[in-house]
């Protein structure tokens, strides 16, 4: 199992978004027979998501920006799913997960 952990800060140019997907994309192929899984803090606070399709993690819902755009089309490129849709105190999912296990289980904890 590959578990990674992400800190994008606010307002972080496209440059970073593009070298934290290259590198995921890195894993993924390197390591394609393992169980990946990528949490953290990106910084997307526009972002929203909605329930999939096929009912497995969640899906982006208005991608408006062109990091936005960067994450989520390297995360599907490289077979994640996201997992996360827990909103912070200010109604914004900023913590994100992404694996291909697609049994991962998210809840919510008491503060």
């Given at each position: ?9 606010p ?10 997907a ?5 894993l ?38 062109d ?8 995360i ?36």
């Amino acid at each position: 199992m590959l578990l990674g952990a992400v800190y994008i800060p606010p307002d972080s140019n496209t440059a970073v978004y593009e070298e934290h997907a290259s590198f995921v994309e890195h894993l993924t192929s390197d390591y394609n027979e393992d169980i990946v899984c990528v949490v953290g803090d990106y910084n997307l606070p526009v972002l929203e998501w909605c329930v999939a399709p096929d009912g497995d993690g969640f899906v982006p819902l208005g991608v408006s920006k062109d990091v936005e755009q960067i994450v989520c089309d390297g995360i599907s490129y490289c077979g994640l799913s996201q997992l996360n849709n827990i909103k912070n105190d200010k109604g914004s999912v900023l913590d994100l997960i992404f694996s291909n296990w697609s049994t991962t289980l998210v809840q919510q904890c008491e503060p």
